[in-house]
């Protein structure tokens, strides 16, 4: 028997009247195992070159530390 994988996708909507969201990550769930990419990952490694469009690239560095906590 096969098992499906279930998934989340991390969203930020910067302006909530635009209604724009910006996917920043996802998140895989399968036989009790869990892996996930963020945006600016490179080789499971945080490249700050790729964040440069964020306002606060040290708030999402702490949030995706939080995430990768949560999941270990």
């Known amino acids: 028997m096969s098992s499906t994988a279930k998934y989340l996708i991390a969203q930020h909507i910067s ?3 635009r209604q724009e969201p910006r996917n920043l990550g996802i998140l895989v769930l399968k036989d009790s195992k869990i892996a ?3 945006l600016g990952e490179v080789d499971g490694e945080m490249d700050k070159r790729k964040l ?3 306002q606060y690239p040290d708030i999402y560095l702490q949030w995706v530390r939080s995430w990768r ?3 270990a």
């Open 69 to 71: 906590d949560d999941m």
């Open 15 to 17: 302006d909530l009247f």
């Open 52 to 54: 440069k469009s964020f």
């Open 36 to 38: 996930a990419r963020f």
